[in-house]
């Protein structure tokens, strides 16, 4: 994900959590929405909350833990909230999605002694997407079944499998157009 | 389990004769929710007819739970297909003048089952897909989803060893596409029924435990979607 919209995701998961939210129920609610379409490491997700803290767009509360070292818990500040509403009312980039690097790629410089190799790469980039889709629909029944509101998250579920299918959908319109008849 | 051992099937003949599965071999273990995947006309419906006794391999053998299908008479596929091995399509299949209740009962009113059995099992099976209150309509008055959910409550009141489903999210929208896999794969889960679904929406292929490729009759690739470390079913239950 993008540097600039990680910032306004974490807002929003912020938001959306109003008692306040540590640093570890942040990453873990991160995770749970989005796993390998999002990743986002401890390191990166605590660089981005000490910026929108500087910012004032979060304040964060030192909370005493017995036994354990103190947790910052972050709130949302009204000037987050501005940010926040300000990101979603502004128009959607309309920076050009990148190729699908490897695959164009090869289609660009193909020959009759190479259909093979593409025939290859694309039953193996075939298989990753299925995986990756059996890991959406995994999680999927794994929030349903512990009673998130899937309102909103099953539609962010919808647009990653939507975005998967397509994918697959083209590699085999190659495959019919190319691999099979060249 | 189903096994196939170098199945082939070739429809037609002379020159209008089609090879649609040329020396198939398949293992599908019990307990597991596997997907046929691949384009149309690619034998996946063959290989789903095959198992339910449907049609006749011209080469090869078909084994469902240790029992020889290619040697089986007509009565006892009949029985096979009443008792064990149940068929979900894509159009249903519901007959039009009985009610849903009535259709889920069909099967155990074929096999002589007693009234009050009857009840019990249809009342179970019909809530167990969520269309008890729709009991008393007819199949014009449900919707698609409400239809291949009845479609599923026949299947399951014979209490099958194995569901073989042909495009069941085919002529159904996506939430109602879903909630037909996601009822499959919760009986899977629950009771280890073993289900093999053809169909052509890589989504709902990943929601099964394996996705089986077929090209030109041929098994071209064979995908485990099982989690590492998750619980596999046991093999030879049956």
């Known amino acids: 994900m993008r540097s600039g919209n990680l910032k306004y995701a974490v807002l929003g998961l912020v938001a959306s959590q109003p008692e306040g939210v540590h640093g570890y129920k942040l990453k873990a609610d991160f995770d749970a929405l989005s796993d390998d379409f999002w990743q986002v490491n401890y390191g990166r997700l605590y660089r981005v909350l000490d910026h929108l803290e500087q910012r004032g767009d979060l304040e964060a509360v030192e909370e005493v833990q017995s036994g354990r070292p103190n947790k910052k818990v972050y709130r949302l500040t009204e000037r987050g909230r501005q940010s926040l509403d300000d990101w979603l009312l502004q128009p959607v980039s309309d920076d050009p999605q990148p190729l699908r690097d490897e695959i164009s790629l090869r289609l660009l410089f193909l020959r009759d002694d190479n259909v093979e190799a593409l025939a290859d790469l694309i039953k193996q980039q075939r298989g990753i997407y299925l995986t990756r889709l059996a890991r959406i629909a995994r999680r999927r029944r794994k929030l349903e079944k512990s009673g998130v509101n899937m309102k909103v998250v099953g539609l962010i579920m919808d647009g990653a499998e939507m975005r998967v299918r397509a994918d697959i959908t083209w590699l085999e319109h190659i495959e019919r157009k190319i691999v099979r008849t060249f | ?238």
């Open chain 2, 1 to 238: 389990m189903i096994r196939f051992d170098s199945v082939t099937k070739t429809f037609g003949n002379g020159r209008s004769r089609v090879l649609a599965l040329e020396d198939l071999d398949l293992v599908i273990p019990a307990g597991e929710m596997c997907a046929i995947v691949g384009p149309s006309g690619a034998g996946k419906s063959t290989v789903l007819h095959l198992a339910a006794g449907l049609i006749t391999p011209d080469r090869g053998a078909i084994r469902i739970a240790d029992r020889e299908l290619t040697g089986m008479t007509v009565d006892e596929l009949t029985l096979m297909r009443r008792r064990e091995v149940a068929t979900v399509f894509q159009f249903f299949n519901l007959l039009p003048y009985l009610t849903a209740w009535e259709n889920v009962a069909l099967p155990l009113r074929l096999d002589g089952v007693g009234r009050e059995e009857e009840r019990e099992r249809v009342a179970e099976a019909l809530d167990l897909v969520d269309v008890g209150a729709r009991a008393q309509h007819k199949p014009a008055e449900l919707s698609g989803g409400e239809m291949q959910r009845v479609a599923i409550a026949r299947a399951l009141v014979i209490e099958p060893r194995v569901i073989l489903a042909d495009e069941p999210t085919g002529n159904l929208d996506s939430t109602a596409g879903r909630q037909v896999m996601d009822l499959l794969r919760d009986l899977n889960d629950e009771t280890r029924v073993t289900i093999v679904i053809v169909t052509h929406d890589p989504v709902w292929a990943s929601t099964c435990d394996r996705a089986v490729r077929i090209v030109d009759g041929e098994i071209v690739e064979d995908l485990s979607f099982r989690e590492p470390g998750g619980t596999d079913p046991p093999d030879t239950v049956h």
